[in-house]
């Protein structure tokens, strides 16, 4: 039709009559165009997608269930669920003996394909055996035998039963998104699977959410849902009586007025929090979530661009303002003794209505606490509580401009004095005897820690947040700050590692499980700026292990498929020094390398920073 054409050259005096070749190779393009969408579209098409995996499944006569070992670890992939078991003690057969031993499973999870431009979800279920050093795989046929490819979920285990929510499915192109509210359970002494009833009075279908096991309940908080138009953040806590999978809605939500939270009373809505759980309380900490910018805190300080929500001092640092995105580093705690119904199998409408108030209690941030960051990792480790790495985005000119840093660092929660450390994970013996004399010299003579200044502290916190290298030495001075915050910077007990100590790089949407002393770390995903200055996905698939009792270095298990290539860019990338570090050195790029701190010879040399390479 003749509307669709360029009037600019229309009315060009100039403009050349085009040739017949080109009206032909016009027309092709424009019909290539039109079939790519269309194929676009086909790909995009969710329930188009699930139903074709469900007839793929449902080829099998009968439902069966086949392991086989594998040799390698599974392929890329971040946020899949990583659980560990302490196994089911029996099973003779490979399907019965698939758990019997101690291990750690691993289900679903996405991969973004980064040449392709797809997205692809997966479904597998793999154990991970830890006192062999084994990998198997269990593939499930038949109809309806086990959950749909889903990333972004929950699992929990409960005599030898692993349950899991929701979880979310990604179309191909990352156009249209699908949140299950289903609930499933895996008996790990038979490997079968069963799908509970979906409960009418439940949550909602969500991705994002945490679960975490509590005397025969799986406790759930916060989760999102993403339909492509509209993005919902929750500030549910929802507990699920595992016998009789009975859902009870313990606070937050909308739809209930006597148990929504008012600003400042509870955590706010998020997904991509952690939570755990110790001695009946359970703690909620970090997370991410979008607003309007509107509705973001107008007032705010320097160094750092941090807001103020409420106008209390305190609140600080509890979450970063980024335009339309705000990202959390608060915590909470929830007596669930008290908020839990006292019938065994959950609780009625009724006793939901005439409960007490449940009552959240905000823990103040004390110690050297980690900034804000979503799509950290946390486990519980005997009384205290281990944090790894995660992401911070800010958001720049309106929200087109995304910047993630990315972070490898170990902090540590201690439960009983409620205060932040940083982890070592290579301390050396000199550094032990240092942070023993250290800890000895900061007991009172009862015995007490004695508790250093807090403005001391949080000015600490806030510089080794934001700032590393020479800049951390510059934002002293921006600051104004010495004496005990210098000693709380530069401390040799307060995590240093070696320059050249091998460790995973840092990441977000790690999977992250603890079987005794030993913390395994799997996969998550990194940005690399390339060479165009575009910023694009690394997922990983490396796998680490920390012994978290000794903290004497982490250990590679498996090196991953990626390269060191993929990571050139990325912050910290020398996490292998077996085969570039020499090469590195003799290009003059080695971290010994002063050239950039000439103008400052008259200071003693920087340490390395505490957020680690």
């Known amino acids: 039709m003749g509307g669709g ?9 100039n403009a050349a009559k085009p040739s017949g070749a080109a009206k032909t190779l016009a027309k092709t393009q424009k019909a290539s165009e039109k079939a790519a969408r269309r194929l676009e579209s086909r790909e995009d098409d969710i329930d188009a997608a699930l139903a074709a995996i469900a007839l793929e499944q449902a080829r099998a006569k009968e439902p069966t269930v086949t392991v086989e070992e594998i040799s390698e670890p599974p392929s890329r992939r971040l946020a899949a669920s ?10 003779d057969t490979p399907s019965t003996a698939f758990a019997r031993h101690p291990c750690i499973l691993m289900l679903g999870g996405e991969w973004y394909d980064v040449e392709k431009d797809k997205v692809r979800v997966y479904g597998e279920l793999y154990r991970y055996r830890t006192d062999k050093g084994t990998w198997a795989r ?23 039963q692993m349950y899991v929510f929701g979880g979310e499915f990604t179309s191909p192109n990352q156009a249209k998104f699908h949140h299950f509210r289903d609930l499933w359970r895996l008996d790990l002494r038979e490997l079968k699977w069963e799908q509970l009833p979906t409960a009418k009075h439940g949550p909602t279908g969500r991705s994002g959410h945490r679960c975490v096991q509590y005397k025969g309940y799986m406790i759930m908080f916060g989760g999102f849902f993403d339909n492509g138009k509209e993005v919902r953040y929750y500030d549910e806590c929802w507990a699920l009586h595992l016998e009789s999978a009975t859902w009870t809605l313990l606070s937050g939500g909308a739809g209930n007025a006597k148990l929504a939270l008012a600003a400042g009373t509870g955590p706010a809505a998020r ?20 607003e309007k910018a509107s509705a973001a805190p107008s007032s705010s300080k320097s160094g750092g661009g941090r807001g103020n929500q409420g106008g209390d001092d305190e609140d600080d640092d509890d979450f970063l303002d980024i335009g339309r995105g705000v990202t959390h580093a608060d915590m909470w705690s929830l007596d669930l003794k008290a908020a839990l119904p006292s019938t065994e199998k959950g609780a009625s409408k009724e006793e939901v209505a005439s409960s007490s108030v449940v009552r959240w209690e905000r823990i103040k941030r004390q110690g050297m606490a980690p900034g804000p960051r979503a799509g950290c990792a946390m486990v519980l480790h005997r009384t205290r509580a281990v944090h790894f790495g995660g992401v911070l985005d800010t958001e720049a000119k309106g929200g087109e401009v995304l910047i993630s840093e990315f972070f490898n660092e170990l902090y540590a929660f201690q439960l009983k004095t409620k205060r932040w450390f940083p982890l070592a994970s290579d301390r050396t013996a000199e550094q032990e005897q240092v942070q023993r ?16 200044d807090e403005h001391a502290v949080r000015a600490a916190t806030t510089i080794q947040s934001h700032y590393r290298g020479y800049a951390v030495r510059k934002a002293i001075h921006i600051y104004r700050i010495g004496g005990v915050t210098s000693e709380l910077l530069y401390s040799p007990g307060c995590g240093l590692a070696p320059k050249r100590a091998v460790r995973p790089v840092g990441r977000c949407n790690a999977m992250l499980a603890l079987q005794g002393n030993l913390l395994f770390l799997y996969g998550g995903m990194v940005e690399v700026r390339g060479k165009k200055g575009d910023d694009r996905e690394v997922a990983l698939d490396d796998f680490w292990v920390l012994d978290v ?34 090469d590195d050195d003799d290009d003059g790029d080695s971290d010994s390398d002063d050239s950039d701190d000439s103008d400052d010879d008259d200071e003693p040399p920087m340490p390395v920073p505490l957020r680690g390479v």
């Open 437 to 452: 004399e250290q800890r000895q010299e900061q007991m009172d003579a009862a015995g007490q820690p004695i508790r250093a």
């Open 82 to 91: 990583f659980v560990s078991y302490a196994g089911s003690g029996s099973g």
């Open 138 to 160: 269990a593939n499930f046929a038949g109809k309806d035998v086990a959950p749909m490819p889903r990333s972004s979920h929950q699992c929990v285990i409960h005599k030898h």
């Open 549 to 582: 009792a000794k903290l004497d270095g982490w250990r590679r298990l498996a090196k991953g498929t990626f390269t060191a290539d993929d990571l050139r860019g990325c912050e910290g990338h020398e996490w292998d020094n077996d085969d570039d570090d020499d």
């Open 271 to 290: 997904s991509a929090c952690q939570v755990f759980i110790s001695e009946d309380a359970l703690y909620v900490y970090g997370g991410y979530h979008k």
């Open 5 to 13: 054409r360029d009037k600019r050259k229309k009315n060009r005096p």
